[in-house]
């Protein structure tokens, strides 16, 4: 069974600062791996997803996360933080495919400071 | 990526009566996956529904409780049954089309009374 780790529900940095989001999981196949992205009374959006190739993938509003199998992470990285960033971070991992389930982590809620 | 229609988008529904969710997607998929999140928390995966045949509940989920139906392959329901407060969350259907990651419907706001 596939399953995700989100370490820290609650994360806090000042405006311009680095954004770490860190993300494990587990899965008995190789997994595809997804960060989505909910802010305050809206819907899940997609922030970038890695399925096979390249190990570090790019997303929108300037979010990376590397694909590292030894470590079996999945960690999202923004090099600097604006104020629009405050909101919840979920990620995920599924078997890939579109009849294979999406297993989502607890969600690390993103506070960004003045 | 694929566009879902959901609704309602919010409901306010006296405890043991039933209310039956509609996601409408734009293009034909072979699943179609049903998620709760209650307030303050992540996603949980109720059910798999495959077109023609029964949907396939995780673990804590039943049919009783959430029937499923899938008449074609653009088209699914989810009645939450015999309400109780508990049952207060925002429902979310999704879909995953052509490799380019799951798409949600915007979810139905679902509070119990």
């Known amino acids: 069974a596939q399953s995700v780790t989100q370490l820290g529900s609650h994360v806090s940095v000042s405006e311009g600062a680095l954004v770490l989001l860190r993300c494990n999981y587990s899965s008995s196949v190789p997994p595809y791996l997804f960060w989505y992205v909910q802010y305050p009374n809206q819907g899940l959006q997609l922030l970038l997803k890695?399925?096979?190739?390249?190990?570090l993938v790019k997303g929108i509003n300037g979010f990376e996360a590397e694909f590292k199998k030894s470590e079996t992470s999945f960690h999202l990285t923004k090099p600097s933080a604006h104020m629009s960033d405050a909101a919840e971070y979920f990620c995920?991992?599924?078997?890939?495919?579109?009849?294979?389930?999406?297993?989502f982590g607890t969600g690390t809620l993103l506070a960004v400071q003045p | 990526s694929a566009v879902i229609s959901q609704k309602p988008s919010r409901d306010i529904c006296q405890r043991g009566t039933s209310l039956t969710i509609q996601c409408q997607v734009d293009s034909q998929v072979t699943m179609m996956f049903w998620y709760r999140q209650q307030p303050g928390q992540s996603l949980t995966l109720i059910a798999t529904a495959n077109q023609g045949s029964e949907a396939t509940y995780e673990s804590g989920f039943v049919i009783d409780k959430f029937p499923i139906s899938r008449p074609n392959l653009t088209f699914s329901t989810l009645t939450v049954s015999n309400m109780s407060p508990e049952d207060s969350s925002i429902y979310l259907c999704?879909?995953?089309?052509?490799?380019?990651?799951?798409?949600f419907g915007s979810g139905t706001r679902l509070t119990v009374v």
């Open positions: 890695y399925t096979t190739g390249a190990t």
């Open positions: 999704s879909v995953e089309v052509n490799g380019r990651g799951y798409t």
């Open positions: 995920a991992v599924s078997e890939g495919g579109a009849t294979n389930k999406l297993i």
